[in-house]
């Protein structure tokens, strides 16, 4: 069974600071990952996604996101935060082989909060 | 623009009503899915489906039921008999494959008294 975990369910930076959120998974077949960011009360968005093509994933507003197996982690990180990263991310995994149902398991979220 | 569609954004029922969702995708996905949202919870999958006319149960399913009668639409009822329905509902749809990602509607905030 395929499983995430985000810690710390709020992270406070100051703009122009290092933004690192933690996603660590758990899944018994190679995992497909992706970050979402939710503004409130809209839908998620994507953010980036992993997919086995290259473990450094760059994705949109200046994400990145790096895969590695060894820790199960596909950490979240932007090199200076701006006000307009203030949201929620959610960290999920996708597992299963090519005609089995899918499943995607979410993260509980982090809420990023950016400080003037 | 091909997108995902919820209407409407905000629902008010009285407790003991049923109360339909609409979720409308121009997409061409075939999976389609309803997901919980609850403070502090993440999402939680209700329902989804694969094709037109098949659904299954997701972690969550009791008390909430669907219908897929056309692959643009994946409507959902939340019956009298789901203890603790408010909460914000999210449609999603994607193709099968499984790294495919999720494309999400904007939301209905369901609230009931």
């Known amino acids: 069974a395929q499983s995430v975990t985000q810690l710390g369910s709020h992270v406070s930076v100051s703009e122009g600071a290092l933004v690192l959120l933690r996603c660590n998974y758990s899944?018994?077949?190679?995992?497909?990952l992706f970050w979402y960011v939710q503004y409130p009360n809209q839908g998620l968005q994507l953010l980036l996604k992993?997919?086995?093509?290259?473990?450094l994933v760059k994705g949109i507003n200046g994400f990145e996101a790096e895969f590695k197996k060894s820790e199960t982690s596909f950490h979240l990180t932007k090199p200076s935060a701006h006000m307009s990263d203030a949201a929620e991310y959610f960290c999920?995994?996708?597992?299963?082989?090519?005609?089995?149902?899918?499943?995607?398991?979410f993260g509980s979220g982090t809420q990023l909060t950016v400080l003037p | 623009d091909g997108g995902i569609t919820q209407s409407p954004k905000y629902l008010f029922r009285k407790e003991g009503q049923n109360v339909t969702l609409s979720c409308e995708q121009n997409?061409?996905?075939?999976?389609m899915y309803w997901y919980r949202q609850d403070p502090g919870q993440g999402l939680r999958l209700i329902y989804y489906?694969?094709?037109?006319?098949?659904?299954q149960k997701g972690d969550i399913a009791e008390g909430y039921s669907v219908s897929r009668e056309k692959k643009e639409s994946f409507p959902l009822t939340v019956t009298s008999a789901q203890k603790n329905p408010t909460a914000f509902y999210l449609c999603?749809?994607?193709?099968?494959?499984?790294?495919?990602?999720?494309?999400f509607g904007n939301g209905t905030r369901l609230t009931v008294t």
């Open positions: 489906s694969q094709i037109v006319n098949d659904f």
């Open positions: 999920a995994v996708s597992e299963g082989s090519s005609g089995s149902a899918r499943q995607l398991t």
């Open positions: 899944s018994s077949v190679p995992p497909y």
């Open positions: 992993y997919t086995s093509a290259a473990t």
């Open positions: 999603a749809s994607s193709a099968r494959d499984h790294n495919s990602p999720l494309h």
């Open positions: 997409l061409n996905h075939d999976a």
